[in-house]
């Protein structure tokens, strides 16, 4: 069984008239490789697709398989034919006799894409150049959960900067007045932590990533330097327009009351302040990620389950959320912070004389 990617194989589901793939250009759909997974099966091959309940588009580009949702008998799918599937549990499993070259994709994706397509498409006297960079603006993951006519207007408003390597874009501690999307070239993360005697390099930037967020929806300073590798490429928005048209569609806070039914209803609970602060008070039972580290541990914060964030004020909640939204985390951001909880908290016993 091998994993399969090729301008060939995106080819044939769109002159194949697999829907929905056929209303797709190739130049458009090329674009969609990473979100398309093509599998070859051989004889007798079984595949368990793992699908959370959410329907899935399964094409079938040669051969035959017996698609098996959980419920009822198992579904024939032939050669040139797309089916949507939902299975009734969290899997799907697909076998073959004789082997099959299949493709599937998640459903939700495939829809967002298309409507995407309909608003590039209506959009009024767009150059080639701009419809790309829209396009690749739109696969960033700051853009992915931001409603598509905001993506359209956030668009029309950004600005264009080409920057040479070697040069610092920002620079941590100055005041931040722009939100940035690499479409070309590459960047580093620079960061002087409150412990660090130097700057420290935390993360490597590249097209599609965003930076500069943090301190337009604080209204603080830059927590990081970014300094371009390469010649890069970026699109820039101001801190008016991406508020209103990107943070507010993202982050959604909650006041007290609600945050403690959400955590009664099976929310877990994030703490993005310095481990002094969550030392000295907490909400209990929280988890302790500061925000200055959040994006490199990332993989620490658990994908299936519901996250409410909060920090002292809220502020630095409210930008947690706001990265972990991007990424395709459910979370929130408890109003007010700690300073607002009326509720129960921890604290660190005082010393003794």
Same mark, same amino acid.
């Given at each position: ?11 044939? %589901?769109? /002159? ?10 190739? =130049? ?19 595949? +368990? %697709? ?13 051969? +035959? ?14 050669? &040139? ?9 969290? !899997? ?25 397509e309909s608003l590039i498409d209506a959009a009024p006297a767009i150059d080639r150049l701009s419809m790309e960079a829209l396009e690749r603006a739109h696969r960033s993951p700051?853009? =992915? ?23 610092? +874009? +920002? ?14 070239? !590459? ?24 930076? &500069? ?18 010649? @890069?490429?970026? %699109?820039?928005?101001? !801190? ?17 009351p609600v945050a403690r039914s959400m955590l009664a209803a099976g929310y877990r609970l994030l703490d993005v302040r310095y481990p002094e602060e969550n030392e000295d008070e907490? @909400? ?13 541990? $990332? ?5 299936? $389950? ?18 972990? !939204? ?25 010393? /003794?004389?």
């Amino acid at each position: 069984m091998a994993l399969i990617r090729s301008e060939t194989l995106l080819d044939a %589901l769109r /002159t194949q008239q697999h829907l929905p793939y056929a209303h797709f250009s190739l =130049r458009r759909l090329a674009g969609l490789a990473e979100l398309l997974r093509v599998f070859e099966l051989g004889a007798g091959d079984t595949l +368990i %697709l793992a699908t959370d309940g959410q329907p899935t588009y399964v094409s079938v580009l040669d051969g +035959i398989i017996e698609c098996q949702t959980g419920q009822g008998p198992a579904l024939s799918i032939g050669r &040139g034919t797309t089916h949507l599937v939902t299975s009734r549990g969290s !899997k799907l499993s697909l076998q073959t006799a004789g082997g099959a070259l299949i493709c599937v994709a998640d459903a939700e994706t495939i829809d967002e894409m298309m409507s995407f397509e309909s608003l590039i498409d209506a959009a009024p006297a767009i150059d080639r150049l701009s419809m790309e960079a829209l396009e690749r603006a739109h696969r960033s993951p700051a853009f =992915r959960r931001v409603p598509l006519e905001c993506v359209e207007a956030a668009f029309h408003r950004m600005g264009r900067l080409t920057v040479s390597a070697g040069t610092e +874009i +920002i620079q941590q501690g100055a005041p931040g007045d722009l939100f940035y999307v690499i479409t070309q070239g !590459k960047a580093e993360v620079w960061q002087t932590g409150l412990y660090d005697d130097a700057p420290q390099k935390v993360a490597d930037l590249g097209p599609g990533e965003v930076f &500069g967020e943090e301190a337009l929806v604080t209204g603080g300073t830059r927590s990081a330097t970014i300094r371009a590798v390469t010649d @890069i490429e970026l %699109l820039t928005l101001g !801190k008016a327009d991406y508020q209103a048209l990107i943070s507010q569609q993202l982050v959604d806070e909650v006041d007290p009351p609600v945050a403690r039914s959400m955590l009664a209803a099976g929310y877990r609970l994030l703490d993005v302040r310095y481990p002094e602060e969550n030392e000295d008070e907490s @909400i209990p039972a929280s988890e302790l990620i500061p925000l200055h580290e959040l994006r490199t541990r $990332m993989d620490e914060v658990e994908r299936s $389950m519901r996250w409410l964030v909060y920090c002292r004020s809220g502020k630095r909640s409210a930008v947690a959320t706001l990265l972990l !939204k991007q990424r395709g985390y459910q979370a929130v951001s408890l109003r007010g912070g700690i300073t607002a909880w009326p509720y129960e908290t921890t604290s660190r016993p005082e010393p /003794t004389a």
